[in-house]
């Protein structure tokens, strides 16, 4: 099985730096997804990382320590539009279709 | 490109009642997936296809059935209604091959049973 934690919330000032972390445990693990959803809409795809590391796009970076279980997704120069909630999904190895796991979320407000 | 659609956008249901929510993709994915979200119980895998004829159980598949006839469209039945599959449900897919896998998500089913 798989287990997922992050925040349920942040708050965090426009044009502040936030990080929201993501730990999970896993079965097998084959990479892990960020996604954000704003209220009422679907999700979108934000970031992927299968490699340690740190991916970067843009104002969005993710970071990923396969040996610790953990992810962070670091939102650089926050804009009111930030203010989503920001989903860790993880991908199994077995049982194919790429099928994720996702955390809860965590809903990030953006404040003046 | 229309990408993931879904039909339709909000339904209410009075329990005992069937319905089938219908998912298009025009992207050619090979997978396709519904889930369902509830208020912190975050997104949940219901049932998934990896082909055109093909069909898996996910997390939650109890109370729902699928059919997949076409590669662009997977549907989602509900033969008789309760009170706790109301939610809001999300159709997804993604290639079989690529670089990330990444899966697209449609604008969702906002159904309450009553």
Known sequence: ?112 | NAGVTQTPKFRVLKTGQSMTLLCAQDMNHEYMYWYRQDPGMGLRLIHYSVGEGTTAKGEVPDGYNVSRLKKQNFLLGLESAAPSQTSVYFCASSPSQGSSYEQYFGPGTRLTVT
């Not at chain 1, 990382?49 to 970067?56: A, K, P, R, T």
């Open chain 1, 1 to 112: 099985g798989q287990n997922i934690d992050q925040p349920t919330e942040m708050t965090a000032t426009e044009g502040a730096i936030v990080q929201i972390n993501c730990t999970y445990q896993t079965s097998g693990f084959n990479g892990l997804f960020w996604y954000q959803q704003h209220a009422g809409e679907a999700p979108t795809f934000l970031s992927y990382n299968v490699l340690d590391g740190l991916e970067e796009k843009g104002r969005f970076s993710s970071f990923l320590s396969r040996s610790k279980g953990y992810s962070y997704l670091l939102l650089k120069e926050l804009q009111m539009k930030d203010s989503a909630s920001y989903l860790c999904a993880v991908k199994a190895v077995t049982g194919g279709g790429n099928k994720l796991t996702f955390g809860t979320g965590t809903q990030l407000k953006v404040e003046l």
